[in-house]
């Protein structure tokens, strides 16, 4: 079956050898995604701007592999702080209000870099 894989040049991307995105058959699989652009945090220290952020990131990797958000059934969110939660919420929101993914939110301890209050995965069954 093809492979199909985007990259964002992500420093880590090679480092640990993953991609932002692979499609294979009619599901496409989204890495975590950070609010990092260019070795710089988008949004430091608001969690509603990595949030959008973030969806963004994800919504480029998804018309990438021909797909849209539209298609997106799952989304996973790691969040430093859940005590924040109505602000990264008001932002999946933003995104997919009428879509309305199956998701979770889950608290970890820290991200990759200590400026990243947000972590998304996000997965989609596309029609071939």
């Known amino acids: 079956m093809t492979r199909q894989r985007v990259f964002t040049g992500s420093p880590w991307e090679p480092v640990v050898g993953y991609c932002r995105a692979v499609r294979v ?5 989204v890495a975590g995604t950070t609010a990092m ?6 949004g430091d220290g608001d969690p509603y701007e990595q949030t ?9 990797a998804l018309r990438e592999l021909g797909a849209e ?9 790691f969040v430093t702080d859940i005590s ?3 602000e990264i ?5 933003e995104f ?11 608290e ?8 990243l209050l947000v972590e998304i995965e996000a997965e989609a069954i596309v029609e071939k």
């Open 37 to 42: 652009k260019d070795g710089e945090i988008v």
């Open 84 to 86: 924040r939660w109505e």
């Open 108 to 115: 970890v301890k820290a991200l990759i870099d200590p400026r």
């Open 69 to 77: 958000l539209s298609d997106v059934v799952r989304t996973r969110m």
């Open 52 to 60: 959008k952020f973030v969806l963004q990131t994800i919504e480029k």
């Open 96 to 106: 997919f209000r009428e879509i309305q993914p199956a998701a979770s939110m889950i």
């Open 25 to 29: 058959g009619d599901r496409i699989e």
């Open 89 to 93: 919420g008001r932002a999946h929101g």
